[in-house]
């Protein structure tokens, strides 16, 4: 049986303690960070969550020991630069945590893109020179127009997990474009007997509340047209009940205080409709002057239209000259009484 040294099986149980000491256990990538960046983020996470660095033989041994099943399938997401973020922040507030806190940084060459990078169309503001062969060789269609360099249509230039090239890497540097993310990456998390992957967690507050909001009108809907009553829906449905029980009532000539008026509004409309087809010596003289009152009404409303889109399109020169024409009148009349 092999010797195991016994530092190793301090750290292990140490490890142990440690993970079930919190409720939220993470696993991070920390490669790629510098000692100087991992310091300060330990100092910005002091007291609310604990980094600790391990082996990864000796971080899989401590989870595997672990009495809960499910805790011990965390191991599973233990890889190469992995460290422990112990903590009691609930997994989402930490993704998110983790997220806010990563910086761009440029690529040298050999690293592994996170996301996909495209080169947009236009002018790169560089002069002729050299650099627009560079660019042609990585794939970049660029070319020289007008005494400048230019990308003559978009271009994407590495997807997410290509391996960075160190000439590519270097036309980005030359561009301005930093395509890795310094900070913590967390590749998984346990809470409550349950792991989540650290991508199930990258979620759009935005598309959530809308889906929220979608759910509440649906939901409002059903319970209106299935007239069930709670505290949100009672009064519209009341509303709506005072609403058809009025249409019935007008509809079936039923008569109270409410419908009377519009029944009343209603036949006098019917009548001088049916009165309009009629012969006039059909009618007497009282329901002659009321059509002709309406139809003087009518005339009126037509001819108040007409010539206010007449205004409309009069040129501004002639409403001056219409204005000052009556302002002369008004002299006039003020000489002449």
């Not at 008026?261 to 087809?277: D, R």
């Not at 010596?281 to 329901?287: E, K, Q, T």
């Amino acid at each position: 049986m092999a010797h195991v040294a016994s530092w190793k099986k301090d750290e292990v149980n140490e490890l142990k303690e440690a993970i079930n000491s919190h409720q939220v256990i993470g696993i991070v990538d920390i490669s790629g960070i510098a000692a100087k960046q991992l310091q300060a983020m330990r100092r910005d996470f002091h007291g609310k969550i604990q980094i600790r660095t391990a082996r990864n033989t000796l971080l899989k041994l401590a989870l595997e020991e672990s009495e809960d099943d499910a805790l011990k399938g965390l191991k599973d997401h233990v890889q190469s630069g992995s460290s422990l973020a112990l903590t009691e922040i609930n997994p989402y507030k930490l993704y998110k945590m983790f997220e806010k806190g990563k910086t761009s940084a440029p690529a040298k060459g050999g690293e592994v893109c996170p996301k996909e990078i495209v080169i947009e169309k236009g002018d790169t503001g560089f002069p002729p020179g050299p650099i627009v062969g560079e660019m042609q060789r990585v794939g970049i269609p660029a070319a020289i127009e007008g005494g400048k360099i230019v990308v003559k249509k978009s271009h994407v230039l590495l997807n997410e997990g290509d391996v960075i090239s160190s000439d590519v890497a270097g036309i980005l540097g030359k561009l301005g474009i930093e395509p890795l993310e310094v900070g913590l990456n967390l590749f998984a998390v346990y809470e409550d007997g349950f792991i989540f992957n650290g991508r199930d967690l990258a979620i759009d507050e935005g598309v959530i509340a809308g889906q929220f909001a979608l759910a509440y009108s649906q939901s409002l809907n059903l319970a209106l047209n299935a007239a069930i009553p709670n505290e949100t829906s009672i009064s519209m449905l009341i509303a709506m009940a005072v609403s058809n029980a009025r249409n019935l009532g007008i509809n079936a000539n039923v008569i109270n205080e409410e419908t009377l008026p519009i029944i009343l509004s209603k036949g006098y409309t019917e009548m001088l409709s049916l009165a309009k087809v009629l012969d006039e010596a059909a009618l007497d003289d009282d329901l002659k002057d009321n059509l002709g009152s309406v139809a003087a009404a009518a005339a009126t409303q037509e001819v108040q239209e007409v010539s206010e889109d007449e205004n409309k399109d009069q040129p501004e020169e002639e409403e001056e000259e219409e204005a000052s024409e009556e302002e002369s009148l008004g002299g006039l009349d003020a000489l002449f009484g």
